[in-house]
T-cell receptor
């Protein structure tokens, strides 16, 4: 069975700080990987996705993630966060017909 | 609004009652998924449909849970004899025909928050 681990449950940063959120997945075969974001009071939205090809993928709002197959990792990064990035972030894998989500990371950006 | 819609957005029910939730996917999407999310956790997959066929239902939490998509458009999720542990957010998502094609990610609705008293 697949599993996804997000190491940081809560992260607090000041504006302009750099962000890296960890994500590890367990499935050893071909897998699609995603980062979703949930802003306060809103529904889950896709930030970025990896299906194949270039392991460095860029998403919306300046986010990027790097797929490292040897480490089973798909960490999310942003060089300079803004107050509006305050949200909960979910990593997910899809190796079949369903998404397996990590437990989420709550990010708070202080102005 | 052309996104995934869910109804109702909130449902409060007493233990033992039956509840039914509706999901309307994005119109051109043929796959529809149900997830459950409890506080502090990521969404947990329940079941999915391709058109009207329910292709995976082993993850439904118990035989009290059932889902239908009779005409391959909207779907309903029913919980019979609700228990307090069923209190959660129930999310619906849809995706287009080929999940491995570029852009075939899942689009989520706003969810239905169920509270069982």
């Amino acid at each position: 069975a697949q599993s996804v681990s997000q190491h940081n449950h809560h992260v607090i940063l000041s504006e302009a700080a750099s962000l890296e959120l960890g994500c590890n997945y367990s499935y050893g075969g071909t897998v699609n990987l995603f980062w979703y974001v949930q802003y306060p009071g809103q529904h889950l939205q896709l930030l970025l996705k990896y299906f194949s090809g270039d392991p460095l993928v860029k998403g919306i709002k300046g986010f990027e993630a790097e797929f490292i197959k040897s480490k089973f990792s798909f960490n999310l990064r942003k060089p300079s966060v803004q107050w509006s990035d305050t949200a909960e972030y979910f990593c997910a894998s899809d190796a079949g017909n369903m998404l397996t989500f990590g437990g989420g990371t709550r990010l708070m950006v202080k102005p | 609004d052309t996104g995934v819609s869910q109804d109702p957005r909130h449902k409060i029910t007493k233990r033992g009652q039956n509840v039914t939730f509706r999901c309307d996917p994005i119109s051109e999407h043929n796959r529809l998924y149900w997830y459950r999310q409890t506080l502090g956790q990521g969404p947990e997959f329940l079941t999915y449909f391709q058109n009207e066929a329910q292709l995976e239902k082993s993850r439904l939490l118990s035989d009290r849970f059932s889902a239908e998509r009779p005409k391959g458009s909207f779907s309903t999720l029913e919980i019979q004899r609700t228990e307090q542990g069923d209190s959660a957010m129930y999310l619906c998502a849809s995706s287009p025909r080929d999940r491995r094609a570029l852009g075939a990610e899942q689009y989520f609705g706003p969810g239905t928050r169920l509270t069982v008293t």
